[in-house]
């Protein structure tokens, strides 16, 4: 018997030893701590009909009643006899009750005349207050300015602070004398009697509010909304959804993404957009569906308000449910919620849409940068202003500038403006010398990149001329070499050839310089398509958005993986003119080498984790096999590389370009996260052809370029087995073979034992 039980245990070792060499090589570890295992929020939904009225917990709601917020964030100074400085507020759309005001503090000099020294308080320009400046107070002056109902209205409002201010009987000499000023402290603040609640009968209306509310504190307030496991289709809805949040905030803050798991298992209820066909929901959503009845057909796309209120605490959130027949249909009208044509016109609490309208064709041909486009409007200069607000325009970090970079001007003249350069030449009283200075003396200077360029108004008017302006051209390429910010920065001044005069107001004299909104910067270019970051985000992304680019995820993701999905895709396309949807291939997905082939790749994640990359390996740039992240070849420390980046020819087509985006062995996150802001900031702002881009832990973030040689092995080798696969399988190969002879032998002893019997 012994020597059956011995047989016996050799062939179950065996039969282990397969199983063990057979598991799949490109398991990830697991998290440490299982997000099922959290605490669920404890929600009641209400879902609201067409009309019917809602309260919901305000943004700011907080323990302390109120919204309190500086005017300003440094001291301001207001010097010479008249000057105006004008402020900002937002009041957050919440119920607001009675009790709001203005605490205006100021200092000032105590040489100021108390008889004649003012300052009056204007709010979105109508008069609110004047308060006279007077010695003994002028050490500080803190005033309480109550404030009316159509000041504390919803948006953004102005203040208006107007200051004449004299230290002596001679007005002429006040406007330059050091003595004449006032100070606005920045401990100058609003206080907006807000309720904790709104209440409102069209949610609708408001959107993207409660999800984003600019310019007020944290400004991103919501989150997009996915079932459990989301399709392709509907991640990249996600993502067009998150880019317009970002875009409507000031700060461009980051929009979180996650599942219908992770949403109910936060430590606090939040408002939230959630994308799904009719069948993806499995938890809270999926009741809400069908408690409501909630039923679509064909192309409709339905849209549908719950408030969802947190047991607990109490908090009422709102839940804008987007609901499609499947994905598809969701992904082909998800402009419906992204531009503002169509965003404009939603309304009610609850909208089915059959027939609905078409997507923006994004495919257009180039349009020139004007001031118009930037966002700015006609500058007219004259002696009430004749200096214009600082315009900036950053060039897309993916051009390479060809040719001669132009600022294409188009200027109109006052005629008394060319009256008077007139006269001055036909006056006989009037010297050639004297009439050229006073010429010289008049015209406009444009400040770019802080580099001033005067142009005289005998210039203007001998330039070529359009209609009714004057086309004035200047050469950009002073003031772009060496700037490795590619920002340009640009400004206006006119010389009207007027003497100012203190003891006299400004008047308009009719005398002005005009620059039309469709003026112009020229920078001619390329969208480089070479394997490096020098230009990134190129080739993925080109001037009409991305360009024939593909993201390749793995099959399961998470909340963190996809918020940071939302921030890459968001950084690289913000420089492109027009948006443009976004192609997502899931690991595992059928025909996945078909759907690469022609297409630039970027990949999510540890390459080690998806199994449609193992028999790949040989032909990646970074050698998988050492590890998470191994690049001790090129003197970067494993341990500490806390996430890297790098790109090489696709994998897929060696005519298209690949780029992996990674976290390394120094990252404690590895399997929810892969990307990080300062490396992004890095990769925008690269100068050389590198290919590998790392962050350590310290922050320090390199770079570093493949030799040329190494960047073309890496599609030279055939795809196949790794040495330490073939390893394995020669285990597995051995143990098989011992297992079947023990099961062999086995087998023969039990028939003679038999045949013995």
């Known amino acids: 018997m012994s020597f059956f039980r011995k047989t016996f245990l050799y062939s179950s070792l065996s039969l282990l030893a397969v199983q063990l060499t057979a598991q799949p090589l490109y398991r990830v570890s697991a998290e440490g701590v299982d997000s099922t295992a959290a605490k669920k929020i404890d929600i009641q939904a209400t879902y609201l009909k067409e009309g019917s009225l809602a309260t919901f917990s305000s943004n700011v709601s907080t323990a ?413 390429a002073p003031y772009l070499k060496d700037n490795k910010t590619g920002t340009l920065n640009i400004s206006f001044t006119a010389h009207l050839n007027e003497t100012y005069n203190a003891c006299a107001p400004k008047t308009n004299t009719g005398k002005w310089i005009f620059i039309d909104k469709n003026s112009s910067i020229q920078l001619p270019h390329e969208v480089q398509q070479e394997t490096s970051f020098k230009y990134w985000p190129a080739p993925f992304v080109g001037d009409q958005g991305l360009n024939r680019t593909v993201f390749l995820l793995p099959k399961d993701v998470n909340e963190g993986m996809l918020s940071q999905f939302a921030v890459l895709t968001k950084d690289m396309t913000s420089q492109a003119s027009k948006d443009s949807a976004i192609t997502i291939v899931r690991d595992q997905d059928p025909d996945l080498d078909k759907k690469l082939k022609d297409r630039n790749v970027v990949v999510i994640g540890n390459p080690n984790s998806f199994v449609s990359l193992q028999s790949y390996k040989d032909q990646l740039m970074v050698n998988p096999n050492k590890g998470q992240f191994h690049l001790a070849d090129f003197n970067i420390i494993n341990e500490t590389t806390e996430y890297a980046a790098w790109i090489q020819p696709s994998i897929w087509d060696k005519e298209r370009v690949m780029a992996v985006f990674q976290a390394g062995e120094g990252n404690k996150k590895a399997t929810n996260t892969f990307v990080h802001a300062n490396l992004l900031q890095f990769l925008n702002n690269e100068q050389k052809s590198s290919q590998v881009v790392v962050m350590s832990n310290s922050g320090e973030v390199l770079s570093f370029e493949m030799k040329s040689e190494q960047l073309a092995n890496t599609v030279a080798k055939p795809a196949g087995t790794d040495k330490r696969t073939t390893a394995l399988l020669w285990v597995t190969g051995f143990f098989g073979v011992v297992f079947l002879i023990g099961l062999i032998w086995f087998v023969i002893l039990l028939r003679r034992r038999s045949k013995s019997r």
């Open 64 to 476: 302390s009643p109120g919204y309190l917020a500086r005017l300003t964030n440094d001291n301001i100074s207001m010097t010479k006899v008249d000057s105006i400085q004008q402020l900002f507020y937002s009041v957050p759309r919440t119920d607001v009750s009675d009790g709001s005001y203005i605490d205006l503090d100021i200092s000032y000099s105590d040489l100021l005349l108390p008889g004649s020294s003012t300052i009056t308080v204007q709010i979105d320009g109508r008069p609110l207050k004047s308060i006279p400046l007077t010695r003994e107070s002028s050490s500080r002056l803190i005033t309480r300015i109550p404030l009316g109902s159509d000041d504390v209205t919803p948006g953004f409002h102005s203040v208006t602070i107007v200051k004449h201010s004299t230290v002596s009987n001679e007005i002429c000499s006040d406007e330059e004398n050091p003595a004449n000023w006032l100070k606005i402290n920045r401990s100058s603040a609003i206080f907006i009697n807000t309720n904790t609640t709104l209440t409102t009968n069209d949610a609708l209306k408001n959107y993207p509010f409660p999800f984003v509310e600019p310019s007020i504190q944290d400004e991103m307030y919501g989150a997009v909304l996915l079932p459990d496991h989301p399709s392709a289709d509907l991640i990249s809805s996600a993502l067009q959804i998150a880019n317009y949040f970002s875009s409507r905030t000031a700060t461009k803050r980051p929009t979180p993404i996650m599942t219908e798991s992770e949403w109910i298992r936060k430590d606090h209820l939040i408002p939230a957009i959630a994308l799904g066909g009719m069948s993806d929901w499995s938890g809270p959503v999926k009741q809400m569906m069908q408690d409501n009845q909630i039923q679509v057909q064909s192309e409709q796309l339905s849209l549908d308000t719950f408030a969802v209120k947190d047991q607990k605490n109490n908090d009422v959130r709102q839940l804008l449910l987007v609901t499609g027949t499947d994905a598809k249909v969701v992904k082909d009208h998800i402009h419906l919620l992204t531009e503002k044509d169509f965003v404009d016109q939603l309304a009610g609490n609850q909208l089915v849409v059959n027939d609905l309208p078409k997507a923006a064709n994004t495919q257009t041909a180039e349009k020139p940068v004007t001031l118009e486009s930037l966002g700015y409007t006609n500058i007219t200069l004259d002696s009430m202003k004749s200096s214009s607000e600082r315009i900036t325009y950053s060039i897309p970090s993916f051009w390479k500038l060809t040719g001669e970079s132009n600022l294409r001007l188009k200027v109109g003249i006052s005629s008394l403006l060319q009256n008077d350069t007139l006269n001055e030449k036909s006056s006989k009283s009037t010297s050639i010398g004297q009439a050229a200075a006073a010429n010289m003396n008049t015209g406009l200077t444009v400040i770019i990149n802080d580099i001033p360029k005067t142009i005289s108004l005998e210039e203007i008017l001998k330039a070529k001329k359009e209609d009714d302006s004057y086309l004035v051209t200047l050469p950009l």
